[in-house]
């Protein structure tokens, strides 16, 4: 069984059941990998998506990435994708696959210049952290694709318009 732990270190916008919409967020993506298997395993599954401020990502980003400024998520993957189905319960009956990280304030600021939701713009992130977890990088022209085309088919599952069309 899959299972999302949502923790707000910092207040986001009150309006919305955060922790359901990372549920949805981390489902979609995952359902359109190989690792879509995840959410049935019986060992629980945790990904942690952590909503926080620029502050702290700023500091996870230089500790952990060696870039001193904020950005819009991390993902702190636990497990190498080809490591998954031999994993066994840890000694709380769960295994944490990995960790997601969005920043409130760089996520607010994008959403306003891309004239988009905050949520929209988070749920895309979350996506986007999630595909991580599982392998997908964007280091190169030919992966950035395959998780980009990834990202819009799970964000147009959830009736998210496609981040990337410039001409919406």
């Keep these: 069984m899959l299972s999302i732990e949502t923790y707000e270190a910092q207040p986001w916008p009150d309006q919305l059941d955060w922790e359901e919409r990372a549920a949805k967020a981390v489902h979609a993506a995952l359902e359109l990998t190989p690792h879509a298997g995840l959410g049935d395993a019986a060992p629980i599954v945790e990904i942690s998506v952590r909503l926080t401020d620029d502050a702290e990502v700023h500091q996870l980003n230089r500790d952990f990435r060696g870039k001193d400024k904020p950005t819009n998520v991390l993902s702190f993957p636990q497990y190498a994708p080809e490591d998954f189905h031999g994993l066994t319960n840890s000694d709380d009956g769960e295994i944490l696959i990995g960790d997601i990280v969005l920043a409130r304030e760089t996520c607010a600021r994008e ?58």
Aim: proline letters at 2%; charged letters at 25%; aromatic letters at 4%.
């Design 111 to 168: 959403a306003e210049e891309k004239g988009i939701s905050l949520v929209d713009h988070a749920t895309h992130l979350m996506v986007h952290g999630a595909l991580h977890l599982v392998g997908y990088d964007h280091m190169d022209d030919r992966s950035a694709a395959a998780m980009e085309a990834l990202e819009v088919k799970a964000l147009a599952s959830l009736g998210i318009r496609n981040p990337y069309d410039d001409t919406q």
